[in-house]
Nanobody, 117 residues
Framework: QVQLVESGGGLVQPGGSLSLSCAAS????????MGWYRQAPGKQRELVAT???????RYSDSVKGRFAISRDSSKNTVTLQMNSLKPEDTAVYFC???????????WGQGTQVTVSS
């Protein structure tokens, strides 16, 4: 069993910054990637950013240049630094872990990010 525990999130004004962190624990075999997805009300869950075990990263076009993902493989943690936040970034953010070899995905419980004045 794999558990993903998220922290961070909250309410921030437009232009502000927030940091999200996620720690994985449990029966973890080789990790292919860890990352973040988000889901706004009435919309589908979408990729925000991921970090693979080879060090490569991927960002959605909507957050490129504003968000930065970092991963500590030794601690099985992933952090998302979000800068220059916009109201359209408002969503529930979910931590994601993909197990290598199987493609099995694990999800955190989600943390709310609200960008509003």
């Amino acid at each position: 069993q794999v558990q993903l525990v998220e922290s961070g999130g909250g309410l921030v004004q437009p232009g502000g910054s927030l940091s999200l962190s996620c720690a994985a624990s449990g029966s973890i075999s080789y990790i292919y990637s860890m990352g973040w997805y988000r889901q706004a009300p009435g919309k589908q869950r979408e990729l925000v950013a991921t970090a693979k075990s080879d060090g490569s990263t991927r960002y959605s076009d909507s957050v490129k240049g504003r968000f930065a993902i970092s991963r500590d493989s030794s601690k099985n943690t992933v952090t998302l630094q979000m800068n220059s936040l916009k109201p359209e970034d408002t969503a529930v953010y979910f931590c994601n872990l993909v197990v290598a070899g199987t493609g099995i995905m694990h999800w955190g419980q989600g943390t709310q990010v609200t960008v509003s004045s």
